[in-house]
């Protein structure tokens, strides 16, 4: 018999999207309750809406979306692009980022935000992601914000004043969260508002 997660992923090859419940996390921390939404979320062929439980849901605020410097990010942004428009919403599109290993003499905390020297980089990386959506949905208000910080409290701090937060479904690099694993799975689950996976651009096709 198939899986719950395995039948709805089977479904999805046919659908616009799936809404499913964010299910809860178990008593030990990583462990979460709901498997099914995350092997839905990761695996899905059309995005995925995770609606957080007991948390009202919200019809004002910007569309928020996580920004890497990778090609996995793209339909993410074209996702959240598509749902700003839709809603009539402004999008702040978030790149979260941190200096694992300072050199000798550069303490990266004493650095604000704009100051350190890897900003730039930082910020033409992401700027290199957006380009071209912004032609495509002139309608839609577009801020970015790139902060130094782990992704996983700066997206859900970032998220507190949205009505959707958009993520990819898969990813590495510099902002993890874009990676569909321990990191995303704490935000699909304790967001505190709705968060919509994007599916990977490439993935296997289904066993007949």
Known sequence: MES??????RASAHAE???????????????????????VAM??????LVVPEGVPLPSRGPVVVGV?????????IGLAFAEASRRSAPLVAVHAWWMEHPG?????????????????????SVSEMMVGWAQTYPDV?????ILRGEPVPVLRETARSAQLLVVGSRGSGGFAGLLLGGVSSRLLHASPCPVLVAPSAARPPLEP
């Open 141 to 145: 208000a577009v801020r970015t914000e």
């Open 17 to 39: 999207v799936v809404v499913i419940g964010a299910g809860r996390l178990g008593r030990l921390a990583g462990e979460v309750l709901g498997a099914t939404t995350h092997q």
């Open 68 to 76: 890497d410097a990778g090609e996995h990010s793209r339909p993410a």
């Open 4 to 9: 719950p997660a395995a039948a709805i992923v």
């Open 43 to 48: 695996h899905s062929r059309c995005p995925v």
């Open 104 to 124: 000798a003499f550069d303490d990266a905390s004493r650095w604000a935000d704009g100051e350190h020297p890897a900003y730039e980089a930082e910020e033409l």
